[in-house]
């Protein structure tokens, strides 16, 4: 921020000034100075909960010998390995790195295809793209926001000359899709699973009266994960591959560190002295990789608050209660509900999404977000159908009207408040503020 200019008073202050960069935008942290203002503190979407010990572990680091490549690394990796019950565990810089990681890991390239949702975070079908795959989407079932089996049966059926090699459901929310449904849909057809656990780190679900946590690889080749502030575990920036396969944990990891490697040379003349002693300085690159790591830093923040993961579940899944007994009591049911749940899983609650039928409310979204926002409520849609961003439509010939449910959901769907530092009196005041903007 420019320290020329008065700090900011008001609302008008803020949407009128003029950066030399160009026009001030509006941010969270701007929105929470100006709701300071009236004695109410802002309540955005998402949030991360940092703490003194996190602020110590972190300060460690920086005090140590090691900023990156250090230990911090494999500790979060075997933390987190042991936490979601993977066998190998390669944290890197973000979870759209660890998507790409895990196209590369795989060998999916040009000429192939892979099937993902269309409500979801760009990603999961981008990693697609970066391998030269071409993106195909199955449709989503409206109630929970997650891909629909059946869906993923038909695209599967229809891809004749099964070029479809990897399917990439999403936990939306939190709530884990049908995942032993989908892997033994994808098995069927010689098709790979990466499921997309961004918003699930924590949840599981049952199968064969077994509880099955996301990331222990149980359905699926991989699962993804990122620590991205609003996430469960926030790195700043972060992502990991968790997975029970050895060749490609390795494999990965090397990817992620530009393809070199200090061992298994291909020339192993230029590896080693006539002697037989390998030169100290000697690497190869046998595969393009890229520089994908993560930092020791971010490690240790991430490793502190993997220690309250449980926590944060058991609180979120006590938020999600108060909002689910506060709208049913006070909002009408035909045009305002939570997403439901399914039997036998635990729900993560990343995010806390209310389909709204604004149609038949006659009020726009966009104007009870600019309400809500104005009462301090932060809300957020997710998402945006995928299939219908102009690269998509270009790239893989979808329009609107392809995905009726994903396209229905998004016309309804709205992201309230839900992080772990939200209290049920928040709640409170979320509720009655959607009221008021509603009726
Ligand atoms: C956040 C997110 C990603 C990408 O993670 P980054 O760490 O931001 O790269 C991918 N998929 C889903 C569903 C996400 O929510």
Redesign the pocket.
Known sequence: MSTSLPPPRTASDLEHRVEPGGTFRLSDSQEILKVEETKKKFLSYGRQHVSDEDIEAVTRVLRSDWLTQGPAIAQFEDALAEKVGASHVVACA????A?HLAMLGLRIGPGDKILTTPN??L??ANCGRYVGADVAFADIETDTGNIAPDAVAAALEADIDRKIKAVIP?H?AGQPCDLPRIHELATEHGAVVVD?G??ALGASYSCDGKSILIGNASHSAMT?F???P??HVAMG???AIATNDGDLAERVRTLRNHGMTKSDFTYSDQAASPEGDTNPWYYEMQHLGFNYRVTDIQAALGLSQLDRLRWSIEHRNRLADQYRTLIAGSLPSETVKPLSVRPGVVHAY?LFVVLIDFNRLGVSRASVMKQLREAGVGSQVHYIPVHLQPYYRQHAGTAPGDFPNAERYYEQALSLPMYPDLTAKDCGRVVDTLRACLT
């Open positions: 973000t979870g759209t790195a998507l979801t975070f990603a999961d999403v939306f997309d961004c918003h993804v990122s620590f991205h609003v996430k920036e972060g992502g990343h």
